[in-house]
C-alpha cells in the first residue's frame, strides 16, 4: 500500500465514522429536538465557557516560548498564538496535521527550523498526555465506589483478572524483545519510547521549569472549567462532578478518534453522563452543543489567524 492511498485512508475513515455517528446520535434525539435544545440554551454559560478556550490557547501559545528559548529562538507572541490556532484549525480537517502546519508557520515567519519546532510540539503533547493521565487518576480517586461498583455489575472479576494477567505478560515479553533489538519494529519501538523519555526529562531540565509546568496546569484547568461552564447552558441539567471529569475525560479521547470528534463527542459525553443517571436527551444535547461551540471557536478563530498572520508579518 503506497503512502497516498494510507494517507487518504487515514484521512477518510475518521469521516465515514464520524457520519454514522452523527447519524446514530440522531436515533437518540431527533434534529428538531436537538433544534430546540440549541434555540433554548443560555448562550451567556457557553461564551463563558469559550473564554476559558481562549484563555487555554493564548497559555499554550505563551508556555511554547519555554521550550524554544534553551534552543535560542524567542518568537513573537502573537506569531506563536497564531501558530497555534492554526494548528488546532487544520486538525479539523486533517487530523495531526495542525502540528505540522503549527511548526511551518514558526519557520516561515520566525526563523525556527522546522524539525527543531516540531521537536517542541512534541515535547508539549508529552506533557498534556501526562495531565490526562493525572486528571484520569484524579477521577479514579473520586469515584473509586462508584467505578468498583460499576465494573462488578457489568464485568466477570475472572475474565478482568484473566485480562489484566494476560496484558502484564504481553507487557514483559515485549520489554524484553524490545530492549534486546538492534533492527526492525523492536528497534523503532525502542527509539520511540527513549525519545518519549528524554522529552519527558527534558521539561524538567529547562530554566523556567516551574513556569512550563504552571502553564502546563493552567491549560487543562481552563480545559475542565470551559466543559464544567458549559453545562448550565442546558436549564435543568444537573451533572455531579465525578460525571463532569468521566464526560470529559471522555469527550477528549473522542476528539483523537475522529477528525475534531465529529459525532463521536456528544455521544461520548452523553454515553458518560448516562452511567451517573443523568437523563440521556439533555445529555445529548449539551455534548452537542458543547461540540458545536469549540469547534465554532477553532473555526472562527483559525480562519482569522490565516488572514491575520501574512498581514501582521507583511515585512517579513
Known sequence: MNISVKKTIKIIVPLILGGF??????????PSTLLAYFKNANYEWIVLGLLFGILSH?????????????MGYTPGFINSTLAVLIGYFVNLALPRAGEVSRATVMTTYENIPFEKGFGTIVAE?????IMMFIIIGITLLIQFDFILEL??????????????????LVFLFFRRYVKKATSG?????????????????????????????FHTVFIWVMYVAMFWAT??????LQVPFGAILVGFIAGGFSIAATNGGVGLYPVAVAGAFTLFG?????????GAIMWSAQTAMIIIFGALSFLILPIFNKNK
Not at 58 to 70: G, N, V
Request: charge should be positive; glycine fraction near 4%; proline fraction near 6%.
Open 21 to 30: 455517528l452523527v447519524w446514530y446520535l440522531f436515533t437518540k434525539i431527533s
Open 278 to 286: 443523568v437523563p440521556e436527551e439533555p445529555s445529548n444535547a449539551f
Open 58 to 70: 493564548i497559555s499554550r501559545a505563551y508556555r511554547w516560548k519555554y521550550l524554544l528559548e534553551p
Open 125 to 129: 503533547r508529552l506533557a498534556d498526555l
Open 185 to 213: 519494529l523492536g528497534l523503532k519501538i525502542k527509539n520511540f519510547i527513549n525519545s518519549l523519555v528524554e522529552g519527558l526529562t527534558s521539561i524538567f531540565k529547562m530554566k523556567n521549569k516551574w513556569a512550563f509546568i
Open 231 to 236: 453545562i448550565p447552558a442546558i436549564e435543568g
Open 151 to 168: 465494573v462488578q455489575k457489568n464485568f466477570d472479576p475472572v475474565k478482568i483478572s484473566i485480562g489484566l494477567l494476560a496484558l502484564v
